[in-house]
């Protein structure tokens, strides 16, 4: 299952719900491990609120995912090497 939520005019899905549940992980540890509360988090899954970036990118770096899965930009679930900027 997928969450639509609308960015601008744009309709953009993210898989926060499904790889949660893949994994067997409640969305209390995920509230947990971005330091928010079950019921806020519930929202973003559900599409009432929007996610931060930063907690998008604490997601695909704990999930070892790219951020373009997360948001259904690809279906490859690789994470790309870090820059070397870094």
């Known amino acids: 299952m997928y969450?639509?939520?609308?960015?601008?005019?744009?309709?953009k899905t993210i898989r926060l719900k499904e790889i949660?549940?893949?994994?067997?992980?409640?969305?209390k540890e995920i509230a947990q491990l971005l330091h928010t509360t079950q019921q806020q988090y519930?929202?973003?899954?559900l599409g009432i609120r929007l996610i931060p970036i930063d907690k998008l990118c604490i997601l695909a770096d704990f999930y070892k995912v790219s951020l373009d899965y997360l948001?259904?930009?690809?279906?490859?679930?690789?994470?790309?090497?870090?820059?070397k900027l870094d």
């Open 42 to 45: 519930s929202m973003y899954e």
């Open 3 to 11: 969450v639509i939520i609308k960015l601008g005019e744009q309709m």
């Open 71 to 83: 948001v259904c930009r690809t279906d490859e679930r690789k994470m790309y090497p870090k820059s």
């Open 20 to 27: 949660r549940e893949d994994r067997d992980i409640s969305q």
